[in-house]
């Protein structure tokens, strides 16, 4: 049996309630990260292959471990080329050097403008470079979302760089069937709405939003943020998103107190909902990647490389957001999309797509398996929570909850501030002996108590700390 360890949030197996998803964020910040990692899983689980969630735990302290257990690892991406991530890719690069096993990457992404400037990324270049180098010493090739990205690691001098697009859209293999359901949006359709917290900021979807939510009384609005979902699940707004109050997410907001907005922690609950809906649009790639999944039509406004070359790449219905019209209408949209392309040119994707496997000696439950039976049949048996709506009701049930998961909180923290004052006590009873104050380390070099103190002590706190956001 070979082991696959995949970088995910979870497994599609696990069923977790909404407080503990939100404590451990299985979404890895954003809900749009389990579509693809659900997808990877699915397709690379085959007869004789074994998937495994590595609950986005990066150590590289642990690479001679997962040598020993696992035979690949795979790692699905989307916009790991920006800014704010080079320290998490910095950290996986020095993992990636540490492993003997092969490594696959499914389409990473570069993120930039919508103008496709490379230039935004150039402070970042050596850690891509870094990265990008380590997997091909580990792989075939490199596989990535769409041209823009493609264009920008072959500028750098690599090669071995395929488009693959996104596994998400490969959930259900070669099979890709949306239609419209109706000839047309009227004031009683059922729409799904979606935005970024930057679209809804400063690219006018808070327009959109608000115009669509005059016109539709049947919107709905899907967040897909950690802190979405947690102003929804506890009216937190701690989180500097908390400050944008044109997010339906918001309490504030018209639609938070209608009860008409959503945030899935479980992809199959996401797709199974919007099969119900007559039609999906907005800012959020995976948002209405999770709406086509369903069947259902869907248009992305793109606002980004990461989501236009995605766009491109798939012939999904797109419009720029810096071109869209003053008063944008979903039932324009609708009327203009055509899935002929999307649906027509599916299974040359998917074959390119499961090609670029093979190259990399993983194989596919597709070609090599039952076509992902079992898998749907294991998710069936399963009862997931359903998405989380706003807190606007105030009975014992939802109260008890909440209460109790706090309550065990509690208790955990209380253990934690036990053996941390234990830690302390130790320390310092060590700092207070008339004993050396240095000690020798393995490479000659000298530590002091106070710093193994702080490295005893410090490193818990921090975590403590970072878990419970204080």
Same mark, same amino acid.
């Given at each position: 049996?070979?082991?696959?360890?995949?970088?995910?949030?979870?497994?599609?197996? &696990?069923?977790?309630?909404?407080?503990?998803?939100?404590? *451990?964020?299985?979404?890895?910040?954003?809900?749009?990260?389990?579509?693809? #990692?659900?997808?990877?899983?699915?397709?690379?689980?085959? =007869? &004789? @292959?074994?998937?495994?969630?590595?609950?986005?735990?990066?150590?590289?302290? $642990?690479?001679?471990?997962?040598?020993?257990?696992?035979?690949?690892?795979?790692?699905?991406?989307?916009?790991?080329?920006?800014? /704010?991530?080079?320290? @998490?890719? $910095?950290?996986?690069?020095?993992?990636?050097?540490?492993?003997?096993?092969?490594?696959?990457?499914?389409?990473? +992404?570069?993120?930039?403008?919508?103008?496709? &400037?490379?230039?935004?990324?150039?402070?970042?270049?050596?850690?891509?470079?870094?990265?990008?180098?380590?997997?091909?010493?580990?792989?075939?090739?490199? +596989?990535? *979302?769409?041209?823009?990205?493609?264009?920008?690691?072959?500028?750098? +001098?690599?090669?071995?760089?395929?488009?693959?697009?996104? =596994? /998400?859209?490969?959930?259900?293999?070669?099979?890709?069937?949306?239609?419209?359901?109706?000839? +047309?949006?009227?004031?009683?359709?059922?729409?799904?709405?979606?935005?970024?917290?930057?679209?809804?900021?400063?690219?006018?979807?808070? $327009?959109?939003? *608000?115009?669509?939510?005059?016109?539709?009384? !049947?919107?709905?609005?899907?967040? $897909?943020?950690?802190?979405?979902?947690?102003?929804?699940?506890?009216?937190?707004?701690?989180?500097?998103?908390?400050?944008?109050?044109?997010?339906?997410?918001? =309490?504030?907001?018209?639609?938070?107190?209608?009860?008409?907005?959503?945030?899935?922690?479980? =992809?199959?609950?996401?797709?199974?909902?919007?099969?119900?809906?007559?039609?999906?649009?907005?800012?959020?790639?995976?948002?209405?990647?999770?709406?086509?999944?369903?069947?259902?039509?869907?248009?992305?406004?793109?606002?980004? #490389? *990461?989501?236009?070359?995605?766009?491109?790449?798939?012939?999904?219905?797109?419009?720029?957001?810096?071109?869209?019209?003053?008063?944008? &209408?979903?039932?324009?949209?609708?009327?203009?999309?055509?899935?002929?392309?999307?649906?027509?040119?599916?299974q040359e994707r998917f074959e390119r797509f499961t090609a670029f496997l093979d190259k990399n000696g993983l194989k596919n439950t597709f070609t090599h398996g039952d076509g992902g039976?079992?898998?749907?049949q294991r998710m069936r048996k399963l009862t997931f929570p359903p998405g989380i709506r706003p807190w606007n009701d105030t009975d014992l049930i939802s109260l008890t909850t909440r209460?109790?998961?706090?309550?065990?909180?509690?208790?955990?923290?209380?253990?934690? !501030?036990?053996?941390?004052?234990?830690?302390?006590?130790?320390?310092?009873?060590?700092?207070?002996?008339?004993?050396?104050?240095?000690?020798?380390?393995?490479?000659?070099?000298?530590?002091?108590?106070?710093?193994?103190?702080?490295?005893?002590?410090?490193?818990?706190?921090?975590?403590?700390?970072?878990?419970?956001g204080q």
């Amino acid at each position: 049996m070979k082991r696959i360890l995949l970088r995910s949030g979870k497994s599609p197996y &696990d069923v977790i309630p909404v407080e503990e998803a939100l404590h *451990r964020d299985v979404i890895a910040t954003n809900s749009g990260n389990l579509i693809f #990692s659900d997808a990877a899983h699915k397709i690379l689980e085959t =007869p &004789d @292959a074994e998937v495994v969630s590595n609950r986005m735990r990066i150590d590289p302290a $642990q690479a001679g471990r997962i040598n020993e257990e696992y035979d690949a690892f795979v790692v699905p991406l989307a916009n790991a080329f920006r800014l /704010s991530f080079e320290p @998490a890719l $910095q950290k996986l690069t020095r993992l990636i050097t540490k492993l003997k096993i092969p490594v696959v990457v499914l389409g990473v +992404g570069a993120q930039s403008s919508l103008d496709y &400037d490379p230039d935004k990324l150039r402070s970042m270049e050596t850690s891509v470079r870094a990265f990008v180098s380590a997997v091909l010493d580990r792989s075939a090739t490199i +596989g990535v *979302r769409g041209e823009f990205t493609e264009k920008y690691l072959k500028d750098m +001098g690599f090669r071995d760089v395929e488009v693959i697009g996104c =596994p /998400s859209m490969f959930m259900h293999g070669k099979e890709l069937g949306v239609h419209k359901r109706v000839p +047309g949006l009227t004031t009683d359709s059922r729409i799904a709405i979606n935005g970024s917290h930057s679209a809804v900021r400063s690219q006018g979807m808070d $327009q959109v939003i *608000r115009r669509t939510h005059e016109r539709y009384p !049947n919107l709905c609005y899907i967040g $897909q943020n950690l802190s979405d979902a947690r102003q929804l699940h506890w009216r937190d707004l701690s989180h500097p998103n908390g400050r944008i109050t044109a997010m339906p997410t918001h =309490p504030d907001h018209p639609m938070y107190a209608e009860d008409k907005v959503r945030l899935y922690i479980d =992809p199959i609950t996401w797709i199974n909902d919007l099969r119900e809906v007559d039609f999906s649009f907005g800012s959020r790639i995976h948002g209405n990647i999770a709406a086509l999944l369903a069947g259902t039509p869907a248009t992305v406004l793109t606002a980004d #490389s *990461r989501t236009l070359e995605l766009c491109r790449y798939f012939d999904i219905p797109h419009q720029r957001i810096d071109r869209i019209a003053e008063d944008l &209408d979903p039932a324009r949209l609708y009327e203009q999309a055509d899935f002929t392309k999307l649906v027509g040119g599916h299974q040359e994707r998917f074959e390119r797509f499961t090609a670029f496997l093979d190259k990399n000696g993983l194989k596919n439950t597709f070609t090599h398996g039952d076509g992902g039976v079992a898998f749907e049949q294991r998710m069936r048996k399963l009862t997931f929570p359903p998405g989380i709506r706003p807190w606007n009701d105030t009975d014992l049930i939802s109260l008890t909850t909440r209460f109790g998961f706090l309550q065990s909180r509690i208790v955990q923290l209380s253990k934690d !501030n036990a053996q941390l004052k234990r830690e302390v006590a130790k320390a310092k009873a060590g700092a207070d002996k008339p004993t050396p104050v240095a000690k020798a380390t393995a490479d000659g070099s000298s530590t002091s108590v106070i710093r193994r103190a702080r490295r005893a002590v410090g490193r818990p706190l921090r975590r403590t700390r970072q878990t419970d956001g204080q």
